[in-house]
């Protein structure tokens, strides 16, 4: 049971750092960005071409993939998100829909349609009462404890990120005090974007990686903002381990049935609290 509370946690701090993005831009922009799943697509395929170049080195890879998502992410949103804002839900799914798309295919020219290996860059172990636990997994999960604590840092004693905050709770008020809350839109969506690139670079040693890779991780990271509630950051970080501890409990006994599992409880939640509530 420990290792499944274990294998639990490091599934929810992936889940956290594709869905924080989500959170951010939905409760900001009022956006439903599927683009994301290319950002988390596009960093891990730049990790994979970079590790041999700087001869296996995993963090100046990682590091290098998570910067080169920004200008994509940047053009991204300057030249189809800015021009749907306050349109509806329907407009941001399909554009964004698309560029998912497009970037898919893209992927598939450059890097081919079939799976790649990419082992993981830690193959040390922690003893712990008896039992081994990857050192790896541990580290993704102290980068998800440290990202919301330096996430709640950010949003409560920076300029930025107080009217971030107050944007998430009154978008058109904060515009009349003068502000320019667009710029700041921006900023959010693109570092949404490198934190989806995070949990790719994250997750691919863990994970196969193929150009579809994206799509699955992104509709768990939509159940994890609508359990948490859409725009309430700590909440996306409470579901984010909450349903990636359902998902190991539920692979223990079932294990065909983890990710559908977490669309059940996202369902019981919606029951109880629709998101026009």
């Given amino acids: 049971m420990l290792y499944t509370i274990f294998y639990g946690f490091s599934i929810g701090a992936i889940l956290y750092f594709v869905s924080i993005g989500l959170s951010l831009t939905f409760g900001t922009m009022r956006v439903v960005n599927f ?3 290319l950002t988390y697509s596009i960093g891990v395929y730049v990790l994979i071409t970079f590790i041999p170049w700087l001869q296996g080195n995993f963090i100046p890879a990682a590091v290098i993939a998570i910067l080169a998502v920004v ?13 749907l804002y306050g349109e509806s839900l329907d407009y941001t799914f399909i554009a964004t829909f698309a560029i998912t798309l497009i970037g898919v295919d893209t992927i598939k020219l450059i890097w081919g349609v079939n799976p790649l290996p990419f082992s993981t860059p830690m193959s040390s172990y922690l003893d712990f009462w008896g039992m081994t636990f990857p050192v790896y997994r541990i580290l993704i999960f102290a980068i998800a404890i440290v990202l919301f604590l330096g996430l709640e840092l950010f949003f409560r004693k920076t300029i ?4 971030v905050v ?3 709770d009154d978008k058109d008020g904060v515009r009349c005090l ?19 690139a995070l949990g790719g670079v994250l997750y691919a040693p863990i994970s196969a990686v193929q150009p579809y890779m994206g799509l699955s991780i992104l509709l768990l990271a939509f159940a994890v903002v609508i359990v948490g509630g859409m725009g309430n950051l700590r909440g996306t970080f409470i579901s984010a381990f909450a349903l990636g501890m359902v998902m190991a409990l539920t ?5 065909q049935g983890a990710e559908t599992m977490v669309f059940i409880v996202m369902a019981i939640v919606l029951c109880f609290r629709p998101l026009d509530a």
């Fill in 166 to 168: 107050a944007a998430l």
């Fill in 251 to 255: 692979a223990r006994y079932w294990s």
């Fill in 160 to 163: 930025v990120g107080k009217i």
């Fill in 178 to 196: 003068g502000v320019r809350v667009d710029k700041y839109f921006s900023l959010m969506f693109i570092i949404g974007s490198a934190l989806a």
């Fill in 35 to 37: 683009a994301h799943t």
């Fill in 71 to 83: 200008p994509i992410s940047y053009l991204i949103e300057r030249f189809i998100i800015r021009r």
